[in-house]
C-alpha cells in the first residue's frame, strides 16, 4: 500500500479520480492509524497506516491505490484520562466524522465502551477489547451523480405548506410503493407519494432525521428501535437503513429522492441534530467523537471534566465554544446543500447550539456565521426553540432569516377547541401570525411555523380521541413522554362506536387542519393526520418501528371524508393571498383603503370591543380580512388582488348565529369550509348558524361568479 503525505484539507476522504486524501482533525491525540476493511462485518484491518503527517491538528495521508467503496475507519492514541476530558483508546475503532456514507448499525457488545465496564471504577480503566467486530466501517463515496437539470424549488415561504414525515413510516405500508422499495429513499420519490403529495398541495417536505444515527443500547436489548433517529453518529452519511442496494448505494439513492421531489417542485428540509451524539453520557460507548477528541469537540463540566454538560437529555452537548465543533457542523450543512440538494433545515433542540457560556445566546458565533454564509443563509432555517437547558424555551428569540415551530400557536389552538376558557384574545393572536412574537424585530408572519401536532406527541386523531398518554409498549412503563397535551376525547377514552362522539371527533380534526389553512404563518402537517392515522394514544413512538408509527393508508369512508377536507382547506389557502400575507395586519385602515385589513366581530356583527377580548366564556368570534389588504406582489412587483374572506369560530357547545357583515351591491357571501359540513351547503344569506365547535369560512363574491 503506497502511502503520499496528503493534505490537511479538505477534512474527511476525497476522492479525487486517481487516489483518496485522508484528513482527520484532532488536538489531543499523540498518534492516529488509518484501518482499511476488506468486508463490513471484518473484525480486524486489513490494513492499518499510521498517520505521520499533521498540520495544525490535522492528521492526513494520501492513498494512491485506494478506490470509492473502500471501506476505512481510524484508531487514535492518546491519554486516557477521564478527569482531565480526554477517553483515547485506540483498541476502538472510529468512525470519521466527515464519512459520506456509513455501513450500517453497530452491533451492541461490551467491546463499544472505551472504559472496562467490568471494574468497579466504571470509566476511570481503560477497555483492552477490540471493538472492529462490533463498528460499522465507513465507506469511501463516488460523488458523481446525473442531477440534469434539478434546480431547488426556491418556493417563497408564504406558499410554503410543509409537511413532516419520517421516510420509512410514510412509504411502509402504502400499497402502490412495490414492496422493495417500502420505507426506502427510492419509495418516498415515487409517483404515488408525490401524487399524494402534490394533491394535497404540500410543497416541502421535513424528514425526520436521516443523517446515520444509533440505537442505544438499553432499546436494542429489549427488542425496540431509535425509529425516529435523533441520536446521530455520522452526521454527512445517509441512513443506511433506509437503502435499497449495497454498501454506500445511500448516498445515490438519497439523491435520486430529492431530484425526483424536486421535479414536482417539492422541497427537501431535513431535521437535524447537531445538540448531541449517540455517544451519550460518561458511561455511553466509543464510536466516534469521543475517542477522537473528547476535549474538543464535546462540552464538559469545567470541575468535573469527566461529566458532559447536557442541554438536550441524551447525555451530551456538542462543544460550541470550540471552532473545529462549528466548522464539523457548518461543513455538514453546507454539504448536504451543495452535494444533496436539500433546501432547508430544521434544527432540533437549537437553543443548545447558542449557548457559548451558559445562557442561550441570540448573538451566538453560530447564528453569526449561518447569516454571513453565502450558501446557508440562502436555505430555509427552521428552530424547535427550546432544549432542556435553564431557559430553554425561546420561542420567539431566534434572528431575522430563521423560522421556529411555534408552540405557542400549538396550544392555543387545542386550548381553544377544547373549549378552555380565556383563549379568544391569544387564538387572534396566533391566527394572524404571532406579532407579539415576531413583529418586533423586522421578522414577519412566515417565522411562524404553525402546527397542532408533530411526530412527537399525538396524532390529529389521537388528540380528539385520548385525554392520556398510552405509551405502555415504550416499556417504560407509560413513564415517558408528556402529560400536557391539552387534548379533548368527547367523552370516551379511545376508539368508541357511539356516532354522535365520532362525528364531533371528525369535527375537531378538521377544525384543526381548517386554522391551519387560514393562519397567518407556515402550515406544518404530520404525515398520516390528513387520512386520519392513530397510534392508539401513544404520545412518544419514539422507539416503535411497527404499524403503531407508520402510515396506514387504507382508508374507510371517514377517511376519504377527511383527505378531500384537507386538500380543499389548503387550495382555499393557495387561493387567497390575504391568507399569505409577508407582513403583518395593522388592524387599521391602510394604503388608502376606507375599512381595516382585518376586523374582529361579534357574533350579533358588532366590532369586538376590548371588554369583550377580556371576557373568559367568549368562545364565538368572526375576523374579516379585507381582499385589497393583501401584500402579495407578482414578479413584476405589481400587486395581487384577491377575495375578502370572512372566517366565523365556534367553540362553544351549542349553535351560534352570525350576523353577516353588509355586501356591496351585486355580492354575495359565498361559503368556502365549513368543518360541520365538509362536504358543503347551499350558501348562507343574511344569518348564518354556525354549529357547535366548528368553523365556517365565507368569501364575498359577485352573484355572477361562481362558487
Request: one cysteine or more.
Amino acid at each position: 500500500m503506497r502511502v503520499w503525505p496528503g493534505r490537511a484539507h479538505p477534512l474527511g476522504p476525497t476522492w479525487d479520480g486517481e487516489g483518496v486524501n485522508f484528513a482527520l482533525f484532532s488536538e489531543h491525540a499523540t498518534g492516529v492509524d488509518l484501518c482499511l476493511f476488506a468486508r463490513p462485518d471484518a473484525a480486524r484491518e486489513s490494513d492499518r497506516i499510521k498517520l505521520t503527517e499533521r498540520d495544525g491538528y490535522v492528521w492526513h495521508a494520501y492513498l494512491p491505490d485506494v478506490r470509492p467503496g473502500q471501506l476505512y475507519g481510524y484508531r487514535v492514541h492518546g491519554p486516557w484520562a477521564p478527569d482531565e476530558g480526554h477517553r483515547f483508546n485506540p483498541a476502538k475503532l472510529l468512525l470519521d466524522p466527515y464519512a459520506r456514507a456509513v455501513t450500517g448499525a453497530v452491533r451492541w457488545s461490551d467491546a463499544l465502551y472505551g472504559y472496562d465496564p467490568s471494574d468497579p471504577r466504571l470509566d476511570l480503566a481503560r477497555g483492552a477489547i477490540d471493538s472492529a467486530a462490533s463498528m460499522p466501517k465507513c465507506i469511501v463515496v463516488e460523488p458523481a451523480f446525473s442531477w440534469g437539470d434539478d434546480r431547488p424549488p426556491n418556493v417563497p415561504w408564504s406558499r410554503t405548506v410543509i409537511y413532516e414525515c419520517h421516510v420509512k413510516g410514510l412509504t411502509r405500508l402504502h400499497p402502490a410503493v412495490p414492496k422493495a422499495l417500502r420505507g426506502t429513499y427510492l419509495g418516498l420519490g415515487l409517483d404515488p407519494i408525490i401524487e399524494h403529495l402534490q394533491r394535497l398541495g404540500v410543497t416541502a417536505v421535513e424528514l425526520l432525521p436521516v443523517q446515520h444515527a444509533i440505537t442505544e443500547r438499553r432499546l436494542a436489548d429489549t427488542g425496540l428501535t431509535n425509529y425516529w433517529g435523533y441520536d446521530p453518529i455520522a452526521f454527512f452519511a445517509p441512513a443506511a437503513r433506509f437503502a435499497v442496494g449495497t454498501a454506500g448505494s445511500q448516498v445515490s439513492e438519497f439523491k435520486t429522492m430529492v431530484k425526483r421531489l424536486h421535479g414536482a417542485r417539492i422541497e427537501v428540509v431535513m431535521d437535524v441534530v447537531y445538540n448531541h451524539t449517540g455517544e451519550g453520557g460518561r458511561l455511553g460507548p466509543t464510536v466516534s467523537l469521543r475517542g477522537i477528541d473528547n476535549a474538543s469537540y464535546y462540552r464538559l463540566v469545567p470541575e468535573r471534566r469527566r461529566d458532559y454538560v447536557d442541554f438536550s437529555g441524551c447525555g451530551n452537548s456538542l462543544n460550541m465554544q470550540h471552532p473545529r465543533t462549528i466548522q464539523l457542523i457548518m461543513d455538514s450543512l453546507r454539504y448536504w446543500v451543495l452535494e444533496m440538494h436539500v433546501d432547508g433545515f430544521r434544527f432540533d433542540l437549537a437553543p443548545a447550539l447558542a449557548r457559548e457560556l451558559w445562557e442561550v445566546d441570540r448573538l451566538s458565533s453560530f447564528f453569526d456565521i449561518i447569516q454571513q454564509d453565502p450558501v446557508l443563509s440562502r436555505v430555509k432555517l427552521i428552530a424547535e426553540p427550546w432544549d432542556l437547558g435553564p431557559g430553554g424555551y425561546q420561542v420567539g428569540n431566534f434572528p431575522t432569516g430563521w423560522a421556529e415551530w411555534n408552540g405557542k400557536y400549538r396550544d392555543t389552538v387545542r386550548r381553544f377547541w377544547r373549549g378552555d376558557p380565556g383563549q379568544l384574545g391569544e387564538l387572534a393572536t396566533r391566527l394572524t401570525g404571532s406579532s407579539d412574537l415576531y413583529g418586533g424585530s423586522a421578522r414577519s408572519p412566515h417565522a411562524s411555523i404553525n402546527f397542532v401536532t408533530a411526530h412527537d406527541g399525538f396524532t390529529l386523531r389521537d388528540l380528539v380521541s385520548h385525554e392520556r398518554k398510552h405509551n405502555e409498549a415504550n416499556g417504560d412503563d407509560n413513564r415517558d413522554g408528556t402529560d400536557a397535551n391539552w387534548s379533548f376525547n368527547w367523552g370516551v377514552e379511545g376508539p368508541t362506536d357511539d356516532p354522535e362522539i365520532t362525528e364531533l371527533r371528525d369535527r375537531a380534526v378538521r377544525n384543526f387542519l381548517a386554522t391551519l389553512a387560514v393562519s397567518q404563518g407556515v402550515p406544518m402537517l404530520t404525515a398520516g393526520d390528513e387520512l386520519g392515522r392513530t397510534q392508539g394514544g401513544n404520545n412518544n413512538a419514539y422507539c416503535l418501528d411497527d404499524e403503531t408509527s407508520w402510515v396506514d393508508w387504507r382508508l374507510d369512508a371517514r377517511g376519504e371524508v377527511l383527505l378531500a377536507f384537507a386538500c380543499r382547506a389548503l387550495a382555499v389557502r393557495r387561493r387567497h393571498p390575504v391568507l399569505r400575507r409577508r407582513s403583518f395586519f395593522r388592524g387599521r385602515p391602510t394604503k388608502g383603503l376606507a375599512v381595516k385589513d382585518v376586523t374582529w366581530l361579534r357574533p350579533d356583527g358588532k366590532e369586538m370591543s376590548s371588554e369583550d377580548w377580556s371576557e373568559p366564556e367568549a368562545r364565538a368570534v368572526g375576523m374579516v380580512l379585507d381582499g385589497a389588504a393583501s401584500d402579495e406582489r407578482d414578479e413584476r412587483g405589481q400587486p395581487v388582488g384577491g377575495d375578502t374572506l370572512l372566517l366565523l369560530l365556534n367553540a362553544a357547545g351549542e349553535r351560534r348565529v352570525f350576523a353577516l357583515p353588509p355586501t356591496p351591491e351585486g355580492t354575495r357571501w359565498r361559503l368556502e369550509l365549513d368543518t360541520a359540513h365538509p362536504e358543503g351547503r347551499p350558501d348562507p344569506e343574511g344569518l348564518v348558524g354556525v354549529a357547535a365547535y366548528s368553523l365556517v369560512l365565507l368569501r364575498r363574491d359577485s352573484d355572477q361568479a361562481t362558487a
